[in-house]
């Protein structure tokens, strides 16, 4: 019943290598997000899109590149992974992403360990 | 710059209230709350919205003071299924996009 899927759910990739996760969703829902969560800092953002090719960068943006060819689908791509990109990733929907809306719907994450 | 909460944990009995605060040093346009139990997806509970509107799903309050950009939200009666870590989220300015602080860890004991 899940409107917003992650792929894959667990990563174990060696540092240098490109990386990319895939966030899918059903709810036609305009804006999409990727956040990082790590110990201590809570979600941080990466980077987001607010429509099929308009995406902006995030607060923790910099490793990290994204794209959007199509409503449902949201991909993250880690150009080449660090250590310090291992993390748990979000992805989360909203339909109005103002606020006026439902708040935002998050994938079940991506655990992505970098060694 | 991320919102602060406070406290960074509680612990309670069931039964007991909580107040979880957030204070952001942007001028909000609102304020969201979400609840994450561990190894899970973080689940939204609450939008408090510039001007008073607030939207919610669950048995929780919560205030938004727009002149000081501090939210609160409040438990009451907790329950054992009330336990996970609370997030706040704030969106400044026109910026579709939220901000979220580090997270209030509530364990809610028998």
């Known amino acids: 019943d899940a409107g917003i899927t992650q792929s894959p759910r667990h990563k174990v990739t060696e540092t240098g290598t490109p990386v990319t996760l895939r966030c899918h969703q059903t709810?036609?829902?305009?804006?999409m997000y990727w956040y990082r969560q790590d110990p201590g800092h809570g979600l941080r953002l990466i980077h987001y899109?607010?429509?099929?090719?308009?995406?902006d960068k995030g607060e923790v943006s910099d490793g990290y590149s994204v794209s959007r060819s199509k409503t449902e689908d949201f991909l993250l791509t880690l150009e080449s992974a660090t250590s310090s990109q291992t993390s748990v990733y979000f992805c989360a929907i909203s339909d109005s992403g103002s606020g006026r809306g439902d708040g935002y719907t998050f994938g079940s994450g991506t655990r992505l360990t970098v060694v | 710059q991320q919102p602060v909460q406070s406290p960074q944990a509680v612990i309670l009995r069931e039964g007991e209230d909580a107040v979880i605060n957030c204070s952001s040093s942007?001028?909000?346009?609102?304020v969201h709350w979400y609840r994450q139990k561990h190894g899970e997806a973080p689940v939204f509970l609450m939008i408090l919205l510039k001007g008073g509107e607030q939207k919610g799903h669950e048995k929780i309050s919560a205030s938004f003071n727009e002149k000081k950009q501090q939210s609160s939200l409040y438990l009451t009666a907790s329950q054992l299924s009330y336990s996970g870590t609370y997030f706040c989220?704030?969106?400044?300015?026109?910026?579709?996009?939220?901000?979220f602080g580090t997270g209030t860890r509530l364990q809610v004991t028998l």
């Open positions: 942007k001028a909000l346009y609102s």
């Open positions: 709810e036609n829902h305009r804006y």
């Open positions: 899109s607010y429509g099929v090719k308009d995406t």
């Open positions: 989220g704030t969106e400044a300015g026109t910026a579709s996009k939220l901000t």
